[in-house]
C-alpha cells in the first residue's frame, strides 16, 4: 500500500490495483535475510560440551528471553518463544537500518529518487505504517489462534455475548467490549511502533 506519512520509491505489482512502497519492500526482505544469515552464522557450530564465549552469550540470551515469555504466557509457552524472538529481532534490526548512512549514496547518479522527486534518504521499514500493520495483525492472529486453542468453543463465548458459569451458558453485555477490544488492539499496536520509528527519523 501507499499511505504512508512519508514519501517513498512507489510502483505498481501486476495485478495489483494499490501501489506499493519499493524501499519499504526491499528494507524489510533485507532484514529478513539478514536474520537469516545471522542465526545460520549463530547456531551452525554449536556444542553440548566445551561451548564457546559466543554460545555462551547466545544461550544466555535464550535464557532471558525463554524466561520472559514463560512470564507472561501460561499456555505452552515455549510455542510461543520462535514468534516473539523473530519480532523483536526483526524490530531492532529494522530500526538499525535507518541509522545506516544512506545519503552517502547521494553521490551516485543512479541513486533512487522518491515519488517527490527528492533522491531516497533511507529510512527504518517500521516507519511505514504498512509494515507495524502486518506485524500488529500477525500479533492479534496468533493471540486468536492461542485462544481458539487453548479455550475451545468457550473462548468465544464472550464475544457473542455469552458467558459459561458452573457449565452452565449464560447471556451478558460484554460482547461488545470484547469486540472494541479485538479492533483496538492492532490499532494500538500499529500506531505505538510507527509513532516511535517516525518521531525517531524525524528528529535525525
Keep these: 500500500m501507499s499511505e504512508s506519512a512519508s514519501h517513498h520509491i512507489q510502483g505498481q505489482l501486476p495485478g495489483l490495483l494499490l501501489k506499493v512502497n519499493w524501499d519499504t519492500l526491499c528494507e ?13 552464522l549463530a547456531t551452525r557450530n554449536l556444542q553440548k560440551q566445551g561451548i564457546s564465549k559466543a554460545q555462551f552469550v547466545l ?12 512470564s ?3 499456555w505452552q509457552p515455549s510455542k510461543f518463544l520462535p514468534l516473539v524472538g523473530s519480532i523483536f529481532l526483526f524490530t531492532v534490526i529494522a530500526y538499525w537500518v535507518g541509522l ?23 529510512a527504518s521499514p517500521t516507519s511505514d505504517i504498512n509494515v ?4 500488529a495483525l500477525i500479533a492479534v492472529m ?14 468465544w463465548l464472550p464475544y457473542l455475548g455469552l458467558s459459561s458459569h458452573n457449565g452452565k451458558v449464560q447471556a451478558n453485555l460484554v460482547g461488545l467490549i470484547e469486540w472494541l477490544d479485538l479492533l483496538i488492539r492492532p490499532l494500538t499496536l500499529t500506531l505505538r511502533l510507527f509513532a516511535n520509528t517516525f518521531a525517531g527519523e524525524a528528529l535525525m
Excluded: C, R
Design 28 to 40: 524489510v526482505w533485507f532484514v529478513m535475510g539478514l536474520i537469516l544469515l545471522l542465526t545460520w
Design 59 to 70: 544461550e544466555s540470551i535464550y535464557d532471558v528471553w525463554d524466561g520472559q515469555v514463560k
Design 132 to 135: 507495524t500493520l502486518g506485524m
Design 100 to 122: 545506516l548512512p544512506w545519503k552517502l549514496g547521494w553521490m551516485l547518479d543512479a541513486w533512487p529518487v522518491l515519488d517527490n522527486g527528492h533522491k531516497f534518504e533511507g
Design 72 to 74: 507472561q504466557i501460561q
Design 142 to 155: 496468533a493471540y486468536l489462534l492461542t485462544g481458539t486453542f487453548s479455550g475451545k468453543q468457550a473462548y
